[in-house]
Nanobody
Framework: QVQLVESGGGLVQAGGSLRLSCAASGRTFSSVAMGWFRQAPGKEREFVAAIRWSGSSPYYADSVKGRFTISRDNAKNTVYLQMNNLTPEDTAAYYC??????????????????WGQGTQVTVSS
């Protein structure tokens, strides 16, 4: 079992930045691959970014590449999503997710076994 709790969402103006955090508990965090997904009203949940258990090979959706950065601190059992140059199109509920071995595809929502409750990000124009 892995419990995930997101934080850091909020209201920001276009062009601004936010840093989301996801605290994990319940399993050796260093063995868990982590991902961030988002879901806007009326839309399906979509992949944003993922990172391996080692912190290597971060992977991003094209829509956020160059603006968002995923990182993790295994000593703190926490994964982060730094979001810069936000646009209104980034408005969504953001969810972190954990993928335990055997690992699936980083961008595939079905690869993830555990989910947080989500944190809302709203970007005003």
């Amino acid at each position: 079992q892995v419990q995930l709790v997101e934080s850091g969402g909020g209201l920001v103006q276009a062009g601004g930045s936010l840093r989301l955090s996801c605290a994990a508990s319940g399993r050796t965090f260093s063995s868990v691959a982590m991902g961030w997904f988002r879901q806007a009203p009326g839309k399906e949940r979509e992949f944003v970014a993922a990172i391996r258990w080692s912190g290597s090979s971060p992977y991003y959706a094209d829509s956020v590449k160059g603006r968002f950065t995923i990182s993790r601190d295994n000593a703190k059992n926490t994964v982060y999503l730094q979001m810069n140059n936000l646009t209104p199109e980034d408005t969504a509920a953001y969810y972190c997710a954990a993928d335990i071995p055997p690992y699936g595809l980083a961008y595939d929502i079905n690869s993830y076994n555990y989910w947080g409750q989500g944190t809302q990000v709203t970007v005003s124009s």
